[in-house]
């Protein structure tokens, strides 16, 4: 798990390097070069954005390209963010500045930067935002576009009933709990998706970042949990995880909560674990995204 954390830390200072170049006061009217540019895709995966270059130098302003209903962002908390940022002289992607893969971070001034910590809180999970903004360059100044997308932190989609054989999982206010049947666990790996997603389908050797916890069976004590762990959602190979829970999250939908059951061979080698996992992003296979 030390090697989850790396990964939140590395991803975190990553983001940060996107989004502190933005400097505005919060959301405006859109202006009038933003009308030009044009950003399509589904939510949640890289944008295709299309503008005619260079980009006139204009004051920073942000719009709302699609109104999330999930839960607003809050400060101090966590929050799990896609960027997508572009040179405004050449239309070229800024891959060191973001390039759609999912970030987590505390949403605080440290994290995001004075000037655009005002423009994500209270925005609801689920949000595109197009932000555009002079830079300073090595030669001038010139525009910057991105788009941001505010990810859940939480599992949505079409609950499913739960198989009354299985842990039962449920969700509170502090997050998802696991409730085991007095009975042996099974000898072999379950797994049974809670809510199904709408997301497209993990694949092997991607990343995928989640909220978990895990506890043991029998006994119920708690294994791992992020939900435990300040609620912040971790990014971790989907090959160095164990092999029961690998097995367990390819092929399942981005946006599910799914209840995994790991025996000890597939697992720690001494113990049954039971994982109730929200697959929350999940990188493409490949660099390019293609």
Do not use: K, N
Request: some cysteine; overall charge negative.
């Amino acid at each position: 798990m030390a090697r989850m954390r790396r990964t939140l830390r590395r991803l975190a200072a990553c983001l940060a390097v996107a989004l502190a170049v933005v400097s505005c006061s919060g959301p405006a009217d859109p202006p009038e070069e933003a009308a030009a540019i044009s950003v399509s895709g589904a939510f949640g995966r890289p944008p295709v954005v299309s503008f005619a270059a260079p980009l006139p130098l204009a004051e920073a302003q942000s719009e709302v390209l699609i109104e999330g209903d999930g839960r607003p962002l809050e400060a101090d908390r966590p929050a799990l963010l896609a960027v997508s940022a572009y040179d405004g002289e050449t239309g070229d992607l800024l891959p060191d500045r973001g390039a759609g893969e999912a970030r987590t971070l505390l949403l605080t001034r440290e994290e995001v930067d004075d000037d655009v910590y005002p423009l994500l809180v209270g925005t609801p999970e689920g949000s595109r935002l197009l932000v555009t903004q002079p830079v300073e360059g090595e030669d001038g100044e010139r525009m910057l576009v991105l788009v941001v997308d505010v990810l859940h932190t939480v599992a949505t989609g079409e609950e499913v009933d739960q198989r009354e054989d299985l842990p039962i999982v449920a969700e509170d206010a502090d997050g998802v709990t696991i409730s085991l049947p007095d009975t042996d666990p099974p000898g072999g790996l379950e797994v049974e998706t809670v809510i199904r997603g709408s997301g497209r389908q993990v694949a092997p050797g991607e990343e995928v970042t989640l909220q978990y916890v895990a506890v043991t069976w029998p006994g119920g004590e708690i294994y791992d949990s992020t939900w435990a762990d300040g609620q912040v959602p971790r990014t971790v190979p989907v090959e160095e995880t164990f092999a029961g829970l690998r097995d367990g999250l390819v092929d399942q939908a981005v946006g599910s909560r799914v209840l995994i059951v790991v025996p000890p061979a597939l697992g720690t080698g001494d113990q049954t674990l039971v994982f109730a996992v929200d697959i929350l992003a999940a990188s493409d296979p490949t660099p390019d995204g293609e």
